[in-house]
């Protein structure tokens, strides 16, 4: 009988530790996912704040603005045109309207929701496997 309570003893600490083992698994995929989840919220607030930016733009023909030309530094020009140079990735650019550039960062902008909520689904399936393996001790 003391071999037997020692086994169920050893079982118990061996299951014990799987456990323990899955929770630091699920706390890193968690932890991760927010991450993740953080990197897509703040890319589709900028992507709004450049939206805001282009609306300002609409009308400004000839007029004076502050354009960035890098980390923090401004430089006072006229602009000389609405039509933008847009990059559309891989190092290509195309000429794009206002209205032409604010569609493709709606576009950007619907595909990053769709991440978010693929991130969001990930954690909740996450959360639920936690549960079940908190459950099924």
Do not use: W, Y
Request: glycine share 6%.
């Amino acid at each position: 009988e003391i071999i037997m309570t020692k086994e169920r003893d050893s079982q118990k600490q061996q299951s014990q530790q799987e456990l323990m083992f899955k929770l630091q698994m699920f706390e890193q995929q968690a932890q991760q996912i927010q991450q993740q989840l953080q990197a897509v919220e703040q890319a589709i607030a900028e992507m709004d704040s450049l939206n805001l930016g282009l609306d300002e733009l609409v009308g400004s023909k000839n007029k004076e603005i502050m354009a960035p030309i890098g980390r923090g530094i401004f430089v006072k020009t006229k602009l000389l045109s609405e039509e933008l140079t847009v990059d559309v990735g891989g190092k290509n650019f195309v000429k794009k309207s206002i209205p032409g550039a604010k569609k493709l960062i709606d576009m950007q902008i619907k595909k990053l929701a769709e991440v978010k909520k693929e991130l969001e689904d990930n954690l909740e399936m996450l959360g639920k496997e936690l549960r079940d393996a908190m459950g099924n001790r």
